[in-house]
């Protein structure tokens, strides 16, 4: 599998091979390593805004920054990608994972050559890395969804959800969490009936979209958890003749303001939180495990810069994790504030 690393500064020359893991002599408070970023795909925007995040904290500090992504938001090209980082000796990684399990042995590999390890965005299993960097409370994304299901639909009827890759760890996590909070008897006359994957691709999600509105005629409301997906469904649904059918999930304000607004909007709102504060704290976290401040156990507490003072929780798997904010609800009345930052 292809995969793309877009190198800056010191990282040139580790790619062509000019200097190995030995010579990234970093003694505290001092920030010259080299810190990874792996993404789950290319031309994802959400993407690229967590990597400008990770990019600008590394290099205010004047460590080294790379930042690599796959042309696919599959877990091969991802380990492509890792199995390189490690080889070049890098002091940190940070990956945002395709694959709840599949980068385990890959990530265990790179903790055991004294790399930092740490997942943000997707996790994979709690003992192939050193703590999760969560972009809010995976109970809270699952809890506001579906309350947003319940108000779109009325409370009854069908609904559906396009999400991105079915390995993808953080999709699972909210999907699973999903159907925890349907159980409870406000949710009893909704009717989910079908879960289907775009896989973070504009094509593949209005294919997905198309097949939904076509296979479940009574279809309310699809439930979209992923940027690209919801973009996507936005556009298939803009360009029906006639359809009652909404949408709601995770967006970015920028791809989605001519779907909010208005009578007709596709989708009344949506939520997301802030990637780039996310890459910003994915960034000191990695800054912080480098320097020794944290290993990623429970009640450590870390600076991360003008975000304030953080610490590192358990999650109710016993994992590790920092939870970065609460989610941000964007509707026709405050797009217009968020649509030009990402
Ligand atoms: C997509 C990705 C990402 C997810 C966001 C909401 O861009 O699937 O992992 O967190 O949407």
Redesign the pocket.
């Known amino acids: 599998m292809k995969s793309r690393i877009i190198a800056f500064g010191l990282i040139v020359m580790l790619l062509t091979g000019c200097t190995d893991s030995g010579e990234a002599a970093v003694t505290v408070d001092d920030f010259s390593g080299v810190y990874a970023f792996v993404s789950?795909s290319e031309g994802?925007a959400?993407?690229d805004r967590m990597a400008q995040g990770f990019q600008e904290v590394i290099e205010e500090v004047g460590g080294n920054c790379v930042i690599c992504s796959p042309e696919e938001?599959i877990a091969e090209a991802q380990i492509e990608i890792l199995q390189d980082l490690i080889s070049q000796g890098v002091d940190s990684i940070a990956v945002?994972a395709n694959d709840e399990d599949a980068l385990n042995s890959v990530l265990l590999e790179a903790m055991e050559e004294g790399i930092c390890v740490s997942t943000v965005?997707?996790d994979v299993n709690a003992s192939a890395r050193q703590v999760f960097v969560n972009?809010a409370d995976t109970g809270e994304v699952a809890r506001t969804l579906m309350e947003a299901v319940y108000e779109i639909t009325g409370g009854s009827g069908q609904w559906a959800i396009l999400s991105?890759s079915s390995q993808?760890t953080?999709?699972n996590a909210w999907i699973r969490a999903m159907r925890s909070v349907m159980e409870e008897e406000t949710y009893q006359d909704l009717r989910l009936v079908d879960i289907v994957y775009g896989n973070?691709e504009t094509e593949a999600s209005k294919e997905k979209t198309e097949e939904l509105l076509e296979n479940y005629p009574d279809l309310k409301v699809i439930c979209v958890?992923?940027?690209?997906?919801l973009a996507a469904a936005a556009e298939v649904l803009a360009g029906q003749e006639s359809t009652d059918v909404k949408i709601i999930g995770?967006g970015l304000p920028s791809t989605m303001s001519t779907y909010v607004r208005g009578d007709e909007a596709v989708c009344p709102y949506f939520y997301?939180w802030n990637p780039i504060e996310l890459g910003r704290m994915s960034a000191y976290v990695s800054l912080a495990l480098k320097e020794g401040t944290i290993t990623g156990a429970e009640g450590e507490i870390f600076g991360a810069g003008d975000m304030g003072s953080f610490q590192i929780q358990a999650n109710e798997d016993e994992a590790t994790e920092v939870v970065v904010a609460p989610l941000i609800r964007f509707d026709a009345e405050n797009i217009g504030e968020w649509e030009t930052l990402f």
Do not use: I, R, W
């Open positions: 789950k994802n959400y993407n938001a945002a965005d997707s972009q991105a993808a953080n999709q973070d958890p992923t940027t690209m997906g995770l997301l």
